[in-house]
């Protein structure tokens, strides 16, 4: 199997071997736009995402292939980088489901589970980074083929839908791979030790798909994303003395083992009191959340800085899961998280990731059959 084919039961960019770049795009749809607007947004979506996850332009003609009295299909800035395991991942929000008079008749067809996320302690949310009707996830090895992806797939929705918001990230801090090394996230600490990998068929059939019995069908295949802007409180944690930065996770920071003992890979043992009841991974950990996982994607970011001289700095979280209530649940959990202090959820955004499209079909086509 390519892992990073655009056909396929799975969409890529999912259990896709990480990349090290993101760029990502949640748009609404226009208010005047209709079911056939949707539709061929879709497919043309597919279409160009299956030729840019080749390395190709977006169109035959493509950057410089046509006419010379006409703007150019694609934008061009990607010619010669090659796909640099380019992917992308669509998604359908709840918003897509709820439209006025059921603009786009699909209100039937919505999955159960696919509502907006409740509010969580803590919870910071600011309308400029959440929610929205559809999103893209473009990951790369090159920043600029993912900035590419996003950029003319925003101009193909011209008139049909238009950008909301969106996130640049520039570290992975997630594996799905066992040849993968273990990335660090911004506080410093080895991020993904304890992710689902892609290779564990098992876990995924239990813990990302969604299954042929789960309703609706047409998700059968597919999964639920769930994005979170966490802000991180860098120059506080920075403060802090470095057994107090292990507390709070529950691991190590130079080793990222576990605090009761052993190695990386080494299970957490939460008997002898060496863990803190309230660290990062206890809480997070399926022993305490009835078994539950769920495969973590996330990316660093820095979008500058603030007045005061402090880095505006984060992880912008992604995980996928087989239904939301995964992630609703440990999100609770973590409500007595020592790392609350350092961080703020700024942003977010739940989507159903719909299966991959058959050759020479698009994503969601499930949906319209
Ligand atoms: C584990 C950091 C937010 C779920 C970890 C680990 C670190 C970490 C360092 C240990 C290494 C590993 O197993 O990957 C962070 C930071 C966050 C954050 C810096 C925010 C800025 C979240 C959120 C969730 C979450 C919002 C889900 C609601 C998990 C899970 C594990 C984990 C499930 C694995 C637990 C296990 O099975 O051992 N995180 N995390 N994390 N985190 Fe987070």
Redesign the pocket.
């Given at each position: 199997v390519d892992e990073f084919a655009f056909e396929g039961p799975h969409q890529a960019g999912i259990t896709t071997r990480v990349q090290d770049h993101l760029h990502f795009a949640s748009f609404d749809m226009m208010p005047h736009a209709s079911r056939d607007d949707l539709v061929s947004l879709l497919q043309d979506w597919s279409y160009a995402a299956s030729r840019m996850a080749k390395g190709l332009d977006v169109s035959a003609s493509g950057a410089v292939g046509g006419s010379p009295e006409a703007p150019p299909d694609d934008t061009g800035e990607a010619q010669g980088l090659g796909a640099t395991g380019l992917t992308i991942t669509f998604g359908l929000g709840p918003a897509l489901f709820e439209t006025e008079g059921d603009r786009f008749g699909i209100a039937a067809r919505r999955p159960a589970v696919l509502v907006g996320l409740p509010a969580f302690v803590g919870d910071a949310l600011d309308a400029a980074y959440t929610g929205g009707d559809l999103c893209i996830q473009a990951c790369a090895d090159d920043p600029q083929v993912a900035v590419h992806a996003i950029r003319n797939l925003s101009r193909i929705a011209f008139g049909r839908a238009r950008l909301r918001w969106s996130q640049l990230g520039f570290g992975r801090t997630s594996r799905t791979s066992a040849e993968q090394q273990t990335p660090r996230?911004l506080?410093g600490?080895?991020?993904?030790?304890?992710?689902i990998l892609a290779d564990d068929a098992k876990a995924l059939a239990a813990h990302v798909w969604v299954g042929e019995r789960d309703e609706p069908a047409w998700m059968a295949g597919g999964s639920y994303l769930v994005a979170?802007k966490?802000a991180?409180l860098v120059e506080t944690w920075d403060r802090l003395r470095l057994s107090e930065q292990d507390r709070t996770?529950g691991?190590a920071k130079g080793s990222?083992a576990p605090l009761s003992g052993g190695e990386e890979f080494t299970e957490?043992s939460f008997h002898g009191g060496r863990i803190d009841t309230n660290a990062?991974?206890r809480l997070?950990?399926?022993t305490v959340n009835d078994g539950v996982?769920?495969l973590?994607r996330g990316y660093n970011y820095v979008d500058g800085n603030s007045d005061l001289g402090t880095l505006d700095a984060?992880?912008f979280?992604l995980?996928y899961q087989r239904t939301p209530e995964q992630?609703i649940g440990?999100?609770k959990r973590?409500s007595t998280d020592l790392?609350s202090e350092y961080?703020r959820h700024i942003g977010s955004g739940v989507w159903a990731i719909p299966p991959g499209a058959q050759k020479g079909s698009y994503v969601g086509a499930g949906l319209f059959a």
């Open positions: 996230n506080f600490f080895k991020d993904g030790t304890a992710n979170r966490i991180m996770i691991r990222g957490p990062h991974v997070a950990h399926p996982q769920i973590r984060g992880l979280f995980s992630f440990i999100q973590l790392m961080i």
